[in-house]
């Protein structure tokens, strides 16, 4: 018999199993079978989310989980040893009525051991696919481990500094952001979830965190419908048509609706519209800070509005497995509500696989594989921005008899591993001192001083730098913050760094020395004070286990810098927010600050390299076009230098005037090419105009106007006419 959706009904079939657990069986089959043996008790649990291990997270310490039912839906697992996840898989197998496997989440954000540069350093790579690489990796060394589902990538469009979690996501751009997404998603599913090396995707935080009014945790954002369209929905689009399994809702209150009960956002968007058939997760005890939030009186109730708005399972709130039943029996909650959330958390589980394959083998060399540490090196070196290399030509470093390392973060592995560290270790990592050790040890001598702790006042390290200073042909000065300076719960007022680097900066420039100060941070740093003491600046972003590696080639040449600023960087904290693409003012001759300069201190896309290169004139393949019709838009780019360099050419596009106000620039399209000395490479934006010239209204309709369109590259504009 066949149903109306194209699946064959097998319920005629008398089996000796359960048809849920036959893996022969189609798997919305199984789903189905299984849900109508199930209890009511038995789908609430499939609807929570507990912990197995060891809490690494200091947000969430508080409450240790014992005796977990067998019965229960997920665990987040903090541990790495696979028998211990196996152990409670094998109580959930076997100890319950009808043995539903648990799926099994962590925090892989940037690696699981082998760990990655910050998401926001990934993005000025500007090389999607050696991030899906990187996250194919994590993929595999958390599978391996035990993890099913990584809480990962996140896709929060991010303008104001000040907020911890920049440094969790892709920058200012919501095409960019976009397509890191699909590229990360990709990278963590691969062909099939059921393979052994590939886990469930999770996009967060959904929707609008990033918007966090003057950058603080967990607060109010005020976003427009028009602003949720044009600016914060995009990458979750993107992610959903990628196939991401699941997403994470948002802390933030969405314009008087938080994002762990808006309905809008959970279902009639991401359901409805976009038919997204996975399940949401909620954010750490979320549910639970909905009464915070002043939309719910009680638990109780902030479980009803979770679940009715959308938000299928509860993570650590405990709102769902102790008031569903009742919620229910008060017809509060529906039990067509409870079977379409548990339909939902069932058909992951049984897409990755867990039904079939419900333990994890034990392999022993699953971590730090040789191909893995590469990609680990190549994606450092292609994060690092070069934001100034003055007039002297400071780098690379060539023929330096004496090289003086000096910071705080010189030797400093664990900060290097930043935010939301996985299962990192301090011991994997190549720090600054030990990369610039190897490669410039056998032709110069290196001497260091640490000068300073990251914060503080005891000024007693000073003197000793000073003197290694004075004693150099160079000093590197390795500045910046620690890791727990960013992430989640790390709102800072002020972006710059603590004085107390800031004077060890001034009196070493004092020397007369040249110096290369390297910065390695979560977030965009106030440099306005620092940029005059420096020769040369190179952002390293916290880069991960390779990351003094990549960073020593950079200074030596051995490698030509590449990364382009994915955010912005202001020239004060006191121009946040500032980003590139905003929308025109009423007047563009003033509103400027009387105080300081309107101008970043480094804008969207910068970054210098160690060669040059030349735009020709872009040309169009037409000019004149109709709505069905695609264009070719092309650049000539020469390397006019004596080093072989990849440059990222950036698309973007302008509509002058529309019936809804557009930013000044959209980032349309991205080419990132290495080119040898005198080679020429043309590159090309091929315009398909509802993709790429329409713009979204506040309902989420794509429109298409006629009139006047600008392509920029480089700079330069083509003018676009789109005719009816």
């Known amino acids: 018999m066949a149903r109306p959706d194209g699946i064959t009904d097998l319920s005629h079939i008398r089996a000796k199993t359960p048809l849920y657990k036959d893996k022969s069986v189609p798997a919305e089959i199984r789903v189905d079978n299984l849900l109508g043996l199930m209890t009511l008790d038995e789908k609430i649990m499939q609807l929570n989310q507990y912990t197995l291990g060891r809490n690494n997270n200091a947000n969430n310490v508080g409450e240790e989980v014992v005796n977990i039912p067998a019965e229960i839906g997920s665990l987040i697992y903090f541990d790495t040893d696979p028998a211990l996840r196996n152990a409670m898989q094998r109580r959930a197998m076997e100890e319950s009525r009808l043995g539903i496997p648990v799926i099994f989440g962590y925090d892989a954000i940037h690696g699981f051991r082998t760990v990655y540069p910050i998401s926001l350093a990934q993005a000025c790579s500007w090389n999607p696919a050696l991030v899906r690489k990187a996250c194919s990796v994590s993929a ?22 000040r907020w911890g979690r920049v440094a969790e996501g892709y920058g200012e751009d919501p095409y960019l952001n976009a397509v890191y997404c699909a590229a990360s998603v990709k990278g963590y599913q691969g062909k099939s979830l059921s393979d052994s090396t590939t886990v469930a995707a999770c996009l967060k935080h959904y929707v609008g965190y990033g918007a966090s009014e003057a950058g603080r945790d967990y607060v109010y954002t005020e976003i427009s419908p028009q602003t949720l369209w044009d600016t914060y929905l995009p990458p979750y689009e993107a992610g959903v048509k990628a196939g991401a399994a699941t997403l994470m809702s948002s802390f933030n209150d969405i314009s008087g609706v938080p994002g762990s009960a808006n309905r809008h956002t959970m279902t009639d968007i991401l359901k409805n519209k976009w038919k997204h058939d996975g399940f949401i997760v909620s954010d750490w005890g979320a549910i639970e800070q909905l009464k915070n939030q002043g939309l719910a009186a009680t638990k109780k109730e902030a479980a009803m509005r979770a ?25 509060k909650v529906s039990e067509a509500t409870i079977d379409d959330a548990v339909r939902r958390v069932l058909r992951v589980k049984m897409r990755l696989g867990l039904f079939d394959n419900p333990y994890t083998p034990d392999v022993p060399d699953r971590f730090l594989r040789p191909a893995d540490l590469k990609i680990a090196s190549e994606l450092a070196a292609e994060s690092m921005v070069l934001l100034k290399n003055d007039s002297t030509l400071t780098l690379p470093l060539r023929n330096v008899r004496r090289i003086a390392v000096i910071g705080p973060l010189a030797d400093n592995g664990k ?15 190549v720090t600054l001192r030990q990369g610039i050790v190897s490669e410039f040890g056998k032709d110069s001598e290196i001497r260091y001083a640490e000068g300073c702790a990251l914060d503080g006042h005891d000024r007693s390290g000073f003197k000793t730098a000073l003197e290694t200073a004075r004693w150099a042909d160079v000093v590197v000065l390795c500045l910046g913050e620690s890791l727990r300076w960013s ?5 800072r007022s002020s972006i710059a760094l603590p004085a107390f680097q800031e004077q060890l900066a001034e009196e070493i420039s004092r020397l007369g020395k040249p ?22 600046i190179l952002e390293i972003w916290q880069p991960g286990i390779r990351g003094g590696e990549a960073m020593a080639g950079i200074l030596s040449g051995r490698i030509n810098p590449s990364g382009k600023l994915a955010i912005t960087f202001p020239w004060s904290t006191g121009q946040i927010p500032v980003y590139y693409n905003r929308r025109k003012s009423g007047r563009g001759h003033q509103g400027f600050y009387q105080d300081i300069t309107s101008e970043p201190m480094y804008p969207f896309g910068h970054g210098l390299s160690y060669t040059t290169f030349e735009y020709g004139e872009p040309t169009a393949s037409k000019t004149e076009f109709r709505r069905n019709e695609k264009i070719k838009v092309s650049v000539p780019v020469t390397n006019t230098g004596d080093m072989e360099g990849a440059e990222t050419v950036l698309w973007f596009i302008s509509d002058p005037y529309c019936s809804i ?25 091929n315009i398909d105009p509802w993709r790429d010239l329409s713009y979204v209204d506040s309902d989420g309709k794509r429109f298409l106007e006629t009139g006047e369109y600008n392509v920029i590259v480089n700079g330069m504009k083509i003018r676009l006419n789109l005719t009816e």
Not at 415 to 429: F, I, K, P, R, T
Not at 515 to 536: D, H, S, T
Not at 661 to 685: C, D, I, Q, W, Y
């Open 307 to 331: 679940l009715n708005a959308g938000l299928e399972m509860d993570m650590m709130s405990h709102a769902y497995d102790r008031h569903l039943a009742e919620l229910v029996a008060e017809g």
């Open 487 to 491: 992430g989640e719960n790390a709102s």
């Open 661 to 685: 106000t557009r930013p000044v620039r959209e980032l349309k399209h991205f080419e990132k090419r290495s080119l040898k000395p005198g080679e020429t490479a043309v590159m090309v934006f």
């Open 415 to 429: 900060d290097l591993l930043g935010n939301w560290l996985g299962h990192g270790q301090a011991e994997d990592v």
């Open 140 to 161: 595999r060394e958390s599978r391996m481990s035990g993890v099913d589902w990584t809480f990962s990538p996140m896709i929060d469009v991010a303008r104001d500094p």
């Open 515 to 536: 110096v290369v100060l390297v910065l390695a941070n979560g977030r965009p740093l106030e440099l306005n004070r620092l940029e005059p003491l420096a020769n040369a």
